[in-house]
Structures are given as C-alpha cells and as structure tokens.
C-alpha cells in the first residue's frame, strides 16, 4: 500500500513556475514508477511526466517537454515536478500516482493516487 499527498499546488500568473511535491508513505516507493497527470475541468486525466522506479529514465507529454522536469528523491520518498514558463492551458488539479510498470505513460497501469493539488495560471 502507497500514500501519495501533493503539495505546492497554487495561482501563479503566466510565464511564472511552481514547483508540485508528492509524498509518499510506505518502505517501497523506490520499487515503484511515479508519474505526474493533470485534469482540467470538464477535461479527462491526461499524463504529464513519468520517471522510472530509479529515476534513470523520464518521460513527458509533448505539450510539457522543454518546461516541466520531474525528479524524485528515493531518501524522502518524494517525487516533484518543477514546471516553467507556465501558461492558462496547464491550469488543472495535478495528481501524482504509483506503478509497478515500465509503460510510464499509461493511466489505467497506476494503482496508487494522490487526492490532487489545483495549479491555477492567470494571464
């Protein structure tokens, strides 16, 4: 079992950064991949970045790349994704979730969520 909480979540006006925490509970988050999705409203959960179990391998949504990094500290047991030049369409609730997978990129292979923190970017 894995407990994830997010933080870092908040407004911030466009061209401006944030940096999202998730937490983990549990002595096995280093077995499990970790991926960061977002929902917009009226908008389904849409992938954003995924790193594997050892943080040697990451992954993004093409609408993210060159902006957002994710990275993970297995001694904390926290993922995060730092985010960049943010605009109006990256404004969501952002999840983080846990997987024991290699298709990092793939909702339905995530067996653990968080409850989500709300990025709001403003013009």
């Known amino acids: 079992q894995v407990q994830l909480v997010e933080s870092g979540g908040g407004l911030v006006q466009a061209g401006g950064s944030l940096r999202l925490s998730c937490a983990a509970s549990?002595?096995?988050?280093?077995?499990?991949?970790m991926g960061w999705f977002r929902q917009a409203p009226g908008k389904g959960r849409e992938f954003v970045a995924g790193?594997?179990?050892?943080?040697?391998?990451?992954f993004y949504a093409d609408s993210v790349k060159g902006r957002f990094t994710i990275s993970r500290d297995n001694a904390k047991n926290t993922v995060y994704l730092q985010m960049h030049s943010l605009n109006p369409e990256d404004t969501a609730v952002y999840y983080c979730?846990?997987?024991?997978?290699?298709?990092?990129?793939?909702?339905?292979?995530?067996?653990?969520w968080g409850q989500g923190t709300q990025v709001t970017v403003s013009l």
């Open positions: 979730a846990a997987a024991r997978t290699r298709r990092v990129g793939v909702l339905n292979e995530y067996d653990y």
């Open positions: 790193v594997s179990w050892s943080g040697g391998s990451t």
């Open positions: 549990g002595r096995t988050f280093s077995s499990y991949a």
